[in-house]
T-cell receptor, first 113, second 113 residues
Framework: DGGITQSPKYLFRKEGQNVTLSCEQNLNHDAMYWYRQDPGQGLRLIYYSQIVNDFQKGDIAEGYSVSREKKESFPLTVTSAQKNPTAFYLC????????????FGDGTRLSIL | QKEVEQDPGPLSVPEGAIVSLNCTYSNSAFQYFMWYRQYSRKGPELLMYTYSSGNKEDGRFTAQVDKSSKYISLFIRDSQPSDSATYLCAMSAGGTSYGKLTFGQGTILTVHP
């Protein structure tokens, strides 16, 4: 079955540590997205990528970095510069022109130790 | 003012009730409208996707879009306990917006047996 796989489901970060969240899709979608979800809030866009080797900042990119070396993969690194990283992180993929709706993975919950 | 405002709820209804979930938006460039359902600790699941004013029906779900009033709704008929979840509206301008979605903050729905 086609879908989006995020790993790990739960992740803990120590002070000063960078952590990387994995996102893989087998839907053959061009575009991939990373969102952050905080309690009582909608999803906020961190980074997005329309094609391999290209990506753009979303609304809350500070303290995060991404790469897009393969069409299927879009890992997100939460750096030590992100001072409030505790949140639910969601990866999505879709058609880059928005002509098809985005599909989401089941998320990674990141907490601070 | 946020681009997308969603009735915050929470909403609690008895089984079999008709549920109405609503969002308003301010950006007239939005062309594509989605409703997602999100269960606890899971990623959002696409329920409805539409790009024109009017009604779209799928089983017990009806999505309504009124572009002139910048208002969208999701109606759930014969609600079931399994419908208990957070419902998110989302919209996109398409085209050069590269499929970026803007979300409402979500409405928590509980359907009591």
């Amino acid at each position: 079955d086609g879908g989006i796989t995020q790993s790990p489901k739960y992740l803990f970060r120590k002070e000063g540590q960078n952590v990387t969240l994995s996102c893989e899709q087998n839907l053959n979608h061009d575009a991939m997205y990373w969102y952050r979800q905080d309690p009582g809030q909608g999803l906020r866009l961190i980074y997005y990528s329309q094609i391999v080797n290209d990506f753009q900042k979303g609304d809350i990119a500070e303290g995060y970095s991404v790469s897009r070396e393969k069409k299927e993969s879009f890992p997100l690194t939460v750096t030590s510069a992100q001072k409030n990283p505790t949140a639910f992180y969601l990866c999505a993929s879709g058609n880059y022109r928005g002509l098809q709706p985005q599909h989401f993975g089941d998320g990674t919950r990141l907490s601070i130790l | 003012q946020k681009e997308v405002e969603q009735d915050p709820g929470p909403l609690s209804v008895p089984e079999g009730a008709i549920v109405s979930l609503n969002c308003t938006y301010s950006n007239s460039a939005f062309q594509y409208f989605m409703w997602y359902r999100q269960y606890s600790r899971k990623g959002p699941e696409l329920l409805m996707y539409t790009y024109s004013s009017g009604n779209k029906e799928d089983g017990r779900f009806t999505a309504q879009v009124d572009k002139s009033s910048k208002y969208i709704s999701l109606f759930i008929r014969d609600s079931q306990p399994s419908d208990s979840a957070t419902y998110l509206c989302a919209m996109s301008a398409g085209g050069t917006s590269y499929g970026k979605l803007t979300f409402g903050q979500g409405t928590i729905l509980t359907v009591h047996p």
